[in-house]
């Protein structure tokens, strides 16, 4: 059985930092998308970034324009695990905030429904 379990949530000031973190166990991560979103009050869940396998041993990660220059997605395989780190956080960035793997051979990678597991998710709230 496959299971994702978050980490790293809390409460920070506007412009601060803050990691999450994601364990995954049941299956060996290697080449597997992996993948982060959030979802906000009364929001649908949201593509923050993912990181997929290119061939050739090689991993490109992808981000959410709403994020891109601030979040950095980086994957640990040989612990399989992956990691969100967060910068110049701002009020907007409030949200509960899911890991998520997909097959690589499955399309959608920017997609909710493209993801066959997903984590229980963890709180980040950014104050203003």
């Known amino acids: 059985q496959v299971r994702l379990v978050e980490s790293g949530g809390g409460l920070v000031q506007a412009g601060g930092s803050l990691r999450l973190s994601c364990a995954v166990s049941?299956?060996?991560?290697?080449?597997?998308?992996l993948a982060w979103f959030r979802q906000a009050p009364e929001k649908e869940r949201e593509y923050v970034g993912d990181?997929?396998?290119?061939?050739?041993?090689?991993?490109?990660?992808y981000y959410a324009d709403s994020v891109k220059g601030r979040f950095t997605i980086s994957r640990d395989d040989a612990n399989n695990m992956v990691d969100l780190q967060m910068s110049s956080l701002k009020p907007e960035d409030t949200a509960v905030y899911y890991c998520?793997?997909?097959?690589?051979?499955?399309?959608?990678?920017?997609?909710?429904?493209?993801?066959?597991?997903w984590g229980q998710g963890t709180q980040v709230t950014v104050s203003s």
């Open positions: 990181s997929q396998w290119t061939g050739s041993s090689l991993y490109r990660t």
């Open positions: 998520a793997l997909k097959d690589p051979a499955s399309s959608g990678s920017t997609r909710a429904d493209s993801y066959e597991d």
């Open positions: 049941g299956l060996a991560v290697s080449r597997y998308n």
